[in-house]
């Protein structure tokens, strides 16, 4: 912690911007460097696969071949959903948006399956997670029955299996389902999700109704949302320009959209400084595997022309693409073009790393104690 750190007027009605208030021994976002599981950056787990990568989180170093088995046998052994949850599930109105569902579909495990405790349920709540979302996103999207679960195919390789979507073929979505869910896990501490997710938390709410208000915490266009409006920007910006468009008249686009004080969606972050990784890595694998996509081609355009744009705007502090830039465009290309489900992608994988540090906060910090309420000051100001 910055120990010169003190909170001045100017800290206030800012969203808590850069104002430490407790550890996260998950993750942590670097300004330029980006972000890091323990200390790992990002790019170099693009490979390993989901069990290796939450084992490194849960347990904070990397885990031999037989201890990561170990790991994974027992998330196994917890992953099956009862059919009181699975059924109450599918009985969730279908107007609402997916995250909707998905909190309360979270809501409904807790209910049939919590055991009120933070570390059990943790591990629970991850080994059963895939198979909620692919229970909500099938009736969602009237994808009809979810087939039995098997967990023993893997992690990702399960949800992939459990997913009823439509002309399904064994091609490479499965493995971009593998590192959307591994670049999505956590994002340090004070992201939105996660720090209302601790916070219900220290009201000693249990996991599942600490994880599902995070999940409404994600819900919004600022923050998990982002990528579901993201991709619909990138499918305007192809119709409105074609997919050989120019810089120049890409360019023309988004001055027109700043002219109207219209966003430009997937720039810019809260703590990044720079270009981030997780996106970077997305870009390189939607240019080896789908260069030739309309909507690869546009996002590639836009990824370097967005960013020579908004640098032209000293108030605009991070000028560059963030994760989100380029996530939807590699689900759509690589045959999930389902934009309102991004978000619930988003939830299924970052219940990981809050689920983590829940524990965290409520079992081990302060020598065990916790961490109280949270609690902060407002100062009174008349309007
Ligand atoms: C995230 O991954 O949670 C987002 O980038 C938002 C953030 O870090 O504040």
Not at 58 to 68: F, L, N, S, T
Not at 94 to 101: S, T, V
Not at 267 to 290: C, I, N, S
Request: charged letters at 25%.
């Amino acid at each position: 912690m910055d120990p010169l750190f003190q909170i001045t007027q100017e800290n206030l009605e800012t969203g808590l911007r850069g104002v430490p208030v407790g550890y996260c021994t998950t993750s942590t976002v670097h300004p330029e460097k980006g972000l890091f599981y323990i200390d790992y950056p990002i790019d170099q787990l693009a490979n390993w696969k989901p069990e290796e990568v939450m084992f490194l989180l849960y347990k904070g170093y990397k885990g031999k071949e037989g201890e990561v088995l170990d790991f994974s046998n027992d998330l196994k052994k917890r992953a099956q959903c009862s059919q009181d949850v699975m059924r109450h599930i599918e009985m969730l109105p279908r107007q609402g948006h997916p995250m909707a569902l998905f909190s309360c579909a979270i809501l409904i495990l807790g209910m049939f399956e919590g055991k009120g405790d933070y570390r059990t349920d943790c591990l629970n709540l991850i080994a059963k997670i895939p198979q909620v979302a692919a229970v909500m996103i099938n009736h969602h999207a009237g994808w009809g029955k979810t087939p039995v679960s098997r967990p023993e195919l893997g992690y990702m390789e399960n949800f992939f299996h459990l997913l009823n979507i439509p002309g399904k073929k064994d091609n490479q979505l499965a493995e971009v389902f593998r590192l959307f869910n591994i670049l999505h896990y956590d994002h340090g501490g004070g992201n939105l999700s996660t720090f209302v997710g601790k916070a219900v938390a220290s009201g000693l709410e249990d996991m599942y109704g600490s994880i599902a208000a995070s999940m409404d915490a994600l819900a919004g266009p600022r923050h998990g949302k982002a990528n579901q409006e993201c991709l619909l920007f990138v499918t305007e910006l192809l119709a409105a320009v074609g997919e050989n468009a120019s810089e120049e008249r890409v360019e023309k686009y988004l001055r027109e959209r700043l002219a109207k004080k219209e966003l430009i969606y997937g720039f810019g972050h809260a703590v990044l400084r720079v270009e981030d990784p997780r996106a970077t890595v997305q870009y390189a694998l939607a240019e080896k595997l789908y260069k030739e996509h309309p909507l690869v081609k546009i996002s590639i355009l836009l990824r370097k022309v967005g960013s020579k744009v908004l640098k032209e705007n000293p108030a605009i502090t991070d000028p560059y693409p963030n994760v989100d830039a380029i996530s939807g465009t590699l689900l759509s290309a690589a045959g999930f073009p389902y934009s309102e489900y991004y978000t619930v992608l988003f939830g299924l994988a970052r219940t990981v790393g809050i689920a983590m540090q829940i524990v965290y906060e409520r079992c081990e910090a302060r020598g065990g104690k916790g961490t109280p309420i949270i609690r902060p000051k407002y100062l009174f100001k008349k309007r």
